[in-house]
């Protein structure tokens, strides 16, 4: 069991990481602490956040507890943490540096704040301490253009106009304007613990060009707000055709960073998407004017082929192989996951780019649901020995399937022979038989032979400001984007189109 532990925190002689795996004897060590039955003890588990609940193991993995958020109040914004240990041999210099550890980390990913820190040490019941914090003030005048919450008939009014296009936004509200709501905004995809979200604006299509001009200056009120809440970066992504949003996002004091090419649709036409972010203290630039945004027909890049391979020959004898096939051509799946779970805890060597790993830390129950995970990967690296040396993940396709964004892990030693170089450019091969026109991948501040290897391959459309969180600060994320042979002549080397559209 402790070789699929994954710490996510490094505390002296303790690793705190994967709740799960050692999740029935937490609910034994709440059991004899609090003299509770079997359903009153998962009840306090499950009340605890999957995301934020962690065991407590030893250097040699042996369990000594958990720690984990509890008694949360979403409204007042508070949390207490719970720290339950099974041991009366941890001294108190140990005990208050795994608080010390949790807290922090806590503190840089949530828009909570810690009110009291709750201790058991088996085999006594006790409380051992209960420590107010005091919760900064926020002097923040609601804008009375905006209105907390979105009515039933009016989601139900854009919903007509966006289609499947409003994912469920939280934080949000309607923007109210002469008796009328021309727009409403929110957010969405929010990682609280990279203290990041993206953002969501919709404009009532009825009005036309007929909107509020200061719409700007609302955005811009709603966006101190939600940095209020302890999100740092705020990002959103618009399509190059859509005038009304790009002029309200411009006008506030969101920053563009870069454009991901075909990424979006105008009718039958590829165009890109404009990037764009906010971070506390940024203000507008008045002196920026928009690129240029290439626009082709959707068919140039239409091909016969409709999938991607299941098996993909990279060379040296090294092959990408998809885990659905794996029965088929004799890969053993539990000597793969394995060393998939080791690559995962070789965070140092190993070139992910992290987007998944808290997933991987909290979210599994012991084997099936890693298993689950590998089983969703694209691409699996394999030599000749069916050794594991990384992976290859389709995250998220866009434009009907013009566009890729990729995740890419592989292992040490293809940093350093090549076939990182071989792998990616297999992989675009790939993308770009079966009609994709771009594909995008991404790379953290940290990971240098990432960036390299990006950087030799591919464009870099832009920057993300501090969007990671790992080791007691915030990285930046770098996007990186290759389009079609077909039309690669027509950008610069940082992504942006150079010539008149076809």
């Known amino acids: 069991m402790k070789n699929l532990f994954i710490p996510k925190i490094v505390a002296n002689r303790f690793r705190i990481g994967s709740f799960d795996l050692y999740k029935e004897l937490s609910k034994e060590l709440i059991m004899k602490n609090s003299l509770l039955d079997s359903s009153e003890a998962l009840s306090i588990i499950d009340s ?12 040699d993995g042996s369990y000594t507890g958990f720690i984990g958020l509890y008694n949360i109040n979403e409204m007042a914004h508070t949390a207490s943490i719970r720290l339950e240990l099974n041991s009366n041999f941890i001294d108190e210099k140990d005990k208050n540096l795994i608080i010390q550890k949790y807290k922090k980390w806590v503190d840089n990913s949530l828009g909570l704040y810690i009110t009291e820190e709750i201790t058991f040490i088996n085999p006594v019941h006790k409380l051992v301490e209960s420590i107010s914090f005091s919760i900064p003030s926020f002097s923040f005048s609601m804008n009375h253009f905006l209105l907390p919450g979105i009515s039933r008939c009016v989601f139900e009014k854009f919903l007509e106009q966006y289609y499947y296009d409003i994912p469920d936004l ?4 309607s923007i109210k304007y002469k008796n009328t709501i021309p727009a409403i905004i929110g957010l969405s995809d929010i990682v609280w613990s990279n203290s990041c979200a993206n953002l969501y604006l919709f404009l ?14 609302i955005l811009n009120n709603y966006l101190e707000y939600v940095h209020h809440l302890n999100i740092h970066n705020i990002s959103c992504s618009v399509s190059s055709h859509d005038k009304n949003i790009l002029q309200v996002i411009t006008s506030s004091n969101m920053r563009y960073y870069g454009q991901i090419p075909f990424s979006s649709l105008d009718g039958e036409n590829a165009v890109s998407s404009l990037l764009f972010q906010h971070v506390p203290g940024m203000f507008s630039d008045d002196s920026f004017t928009l690129p240029d945004c290439p626009s082709y027909k959707t068919s140039i890049f239409r091909t016969n082929k409709q999938c991607l391979d299941d098996v993909l020959s ?3 004898d090294y092959k990408l192989i998809s885990p659905m096939v794996f ?14 779970t080791l690559a995962m805890m070789d965070r140092e060597h190993f070139t992910k780019p992290l987007g998944m790993d808290k997933y991987i830390l909290q979210s599994f129950e012991g084997d099936f649901s890693l298993l689950n995970f590998l089983m969703h990967s694209t691409y699996i690296l394999l030599d000749h020995h069916e050794k594991y040396h990384g992976f ?3 995250l998220h396709t866009h434009a009907n399937h013009l566009h890729a964004e990729i995740e890419v892990g592989l292992d040490f030693l293809c940093q350093y022979n090549g076939l990182d170089t071989l792998v990616l450019n297999k992989i675009y091969e790939e993308l770009f038989s079966t009609s994709y026109a ?11 032979s990432a960036l390299l290897l990006n950087h030799c391959l591919s464009n870099l459309v832009g920057v993300q400001l501090e969007s990671y969180y790992m080791d007691g600060q915030l990285w930046n994320k770098h996007y990186y984007n290759k389009v079609h042979e077909r039309i690669s002549s027509d950008f610069d080397e940082v992504g942006t189109c150079i010539k008149k559209s076809l």
Do not use: C, W
């Open 204 to 217: 009532d299509k009825d009005l036309g060009d007929a909107f509020p001009v200061h719409l700007g200056e």
């Open 392 to 394: 290859v993940n389709i």
């Open 48 to 59: 605890m956040p999957e995301e934020y609940r962690a065991s407590i193991v030893y250097i």
């Open 438 to 448: 771009s594909v995008t991948t991404s790379a953290y501040s940290f990971h240098t």
């Open 314 to 316: 990279v060379g040296r």
């Open 327 to 340: 029965d088929q051509v004799g890969v053993d799946i539990s000597s793969v996951l394995f060393e998939h």
């Open 170 to 173: 939280e934080f949000s509200f």
